[in-house]
């Protein structure tokens, strides 16, 4: 993990519990990466989007309240996500082959809300600090993959409180480019679009 990402967790989680009322627990989910149909060629392969299989993650958060209403949510989450890519490169022999790459991440949202009852309103930035991945790709000649250590990104969502059970809905954006940890022969790669996702997750406070 870079020096970066531990400072933002020193900071969140130790700063928010001297915020007045506070709670902490565990919360786990699916998400589901929005990706549309793409095609790159270069030299003779073809590599497009085939779709994204459901992802998971799972980890702990904090909340502190400032105010009456106001809320502030850190939280770390170990995210697992995989796409699938069909590939077509005549060279390899590779015809209309589905081939996986999975990534993981430590995923750090600082989210800032209000609470109104049980229903709350979130938004805010979220980090991603690279962990690991497993790619079948490496099947492609000349294929290598350089995954950026830490990524930004955004979500915003609702959420619903009953008794200590929490419920979220979100909508995550990012802002770099899906596949700018590509290379064919060390040239990079990367599709048009933006990654997002559906992020959807239950809780338990302490």
Do not use: C
């Not at 970066?4 to 001297?18: K, M, Q």
């Not at 980090?127 to 790709?137: F, M, N």
């Not at 060390?186 to 559906?198: H, L, T």
């Amino acid at each position: 993990m870079n020096k970066f990402a531990i400072i933002i967790l020193a900071f969140i989680f130790g700063f928010t519990p001297l915020m007045g009322q506070n709670n902490f627990g565990i919360k786990a989910g699916l998400s589901s990466e929005n990706l549309g149909f793409e095609e790159i060629q270069t030299n003779g392969l073809r590599l497009a989007i085939k779709d994204a299989a459901y992802g998971f993650h799972l980890g702990l958060f904090a909340r502190a309240y400032p105010g009456n209403h106001l809320f502030i949510q850190p939280e770390l989450l170990f995210n697992s996500n995989t796409v699938n890519f069909r590939v077509n490169d005549l060279a390899d022999g590779l015809v209309n082959k589905v081939l996986h790459e999975k990534y993981q991440n430590l995923d750090i949202p600082l989210l800032v809300g209000l609470k109104f009852g049980p229903l709350r309103l979130e938004a805010g930035p979220v980090g991603h600090v690279h962990i690991a991945s497993k790619s079948e790709l490496g099947e492609i000649s000349n294929y290598t993959k350089r995954f950026k250590d830490f990524q930004m990104g955004y979500q915003a969502g609702l959420g619903l409180d009953i008794w200590k059970i929490l419920l979220d809905v979100r909508y995550e954006g990012n802002f770099t480019k899906f596949g700018d940890h590509m290379r064919i022969g060390g040239q990079e790669i990367a599709f048009s679009q933006n990654p997002n996702r559906w992020v959807i997750s239950a809780g338990f406070a302490f």
